[in-house]
């Protein structure tokens, strides 16, 4: 695999704009990146995460340079780096810095310009592929592993409907185009109704006893062909557990399940 991007190509530009953190340079490929190479890695996931149109109330106190150090250090404590001693824990705290780093800028007004995220892209490039970068921060097929992270992650409702209408990308600057087919239910279940669908109609099934409406409509877009909406065929995309983020996935769910309408056509 190639894992550099040409400058031009509209991907480049895309992923530049698009919330990725790279976080997951540092254990991609097995590599135990020298403090100062992983903490570039920890500032790529930051500023790249940073999403360009949040507006942001002016820095607080709370944002003065010796609290932030301080507060990094005290993060940086309890979430230590040895890849030497356990790898997967390290590369498990890696993206927990590096969320957490996130949540710090975010909430004392830090917006990267374009240039600053270009260079570091650039610099996280000759680590990791694109491919590997965008497979590391995808939120996979394990119903179970995604159910736990969820617990975590706090869904946004229009964050997930700009997704899911395609206003705003995936992982690597793919539109998802959910409503393309969602919005004509010749093609698909319809959008409206979707919770109340789920609730009433597929979890009255027997395979579903042990389902909630969360894990349904996870496992509905992650393995779209576990279980088939009676009448429809199985034409569904079967890519979105590799495009998706914990966060994005969080997302739209979150907006699925404000749909809650009742209809008469389930
Ligand atoms: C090419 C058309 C198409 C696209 C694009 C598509 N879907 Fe679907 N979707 C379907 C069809 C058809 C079904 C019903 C068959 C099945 O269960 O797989 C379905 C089923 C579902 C269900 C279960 C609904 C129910 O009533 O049980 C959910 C939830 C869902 N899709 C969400 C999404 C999300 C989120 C996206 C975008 C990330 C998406 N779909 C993109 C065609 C599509």
């Known amino acids: 695999m190639d894992s550099r991007l040409n400058r031009s190509d509209p991907t480049w530009r895309k992923l530049s704009r698009s ?21 570039t890695m920890l500032l790529v996931c930051l500023l790249l995460a ?8 002016s820095p607080s106190a709370g944002c003065a340079a010796e609290e932030l150090l301080r507060q990094q250090q005290t ?18 705290n890696l993206y927990r810095l590096g969320a957490l780093y996130q949540s710090m800028a975010l909430y004392c007004d830090y917006q990267p310009n374009a240039v600053e995220v270009n260079a570091l892209l650039e610099r996280a490039l000759e680590y990791v592929s694109l491919d590997e970068l965008i497979a590391a ?10 159910m736990t992270e969820l617990d975590e992650v706090y869904g946004d409702p229009l964050a ?95 907006y699925l399940e404000s749909q809650d309408q009742l209809l008469d056509d389930v």
């Open 75 to 92: 993060v940086a404590e309890f979430l230590p780096l040895d890849f030497a001693a356990d790898h997967a824990q390290a590369i498990a």
């Open 19 to 39: 919330s990725l953190p790279l976080i997951a340079i540092g254990g991609a490929r097995g590599v135990d990146h020298k403090p100062a190479i992983r903490l």
């Open 137 to 146: 921060q995808s939120v996979g097929r394990d119903i179970d592993a995604i």
């Open 160 to 254: 997930g409907q700009q997704l899911y209408n395609g206003a705003q990308p995936a992982l690597g600057g793919v539109m998802l185009g959910c409503s393309g087919c969602h919005e004509n239910v010749a093609s698909a279940p319809l959008t409206a109704g979707t919770w109340t669908r789920a609730d009433e109609t597929r979890l009255s099934l027997p395979q579903f006893a042990d389902y909630d409406v969360r894990r349904y409509l996870v496992e509905s877009i992650v393995q779209p062909s576990a279980y088939l909406a009676p009448d429809y065929d199985d034409i569904m995309p079967d890519f979105y557990a590799g495009q998706l983020t914990t966060q994005q996935l969080a997302d739209l769910v979150a």
């Open 50 to 57: 940073v999403p360009p149109t949040l507006s942001q109330d």
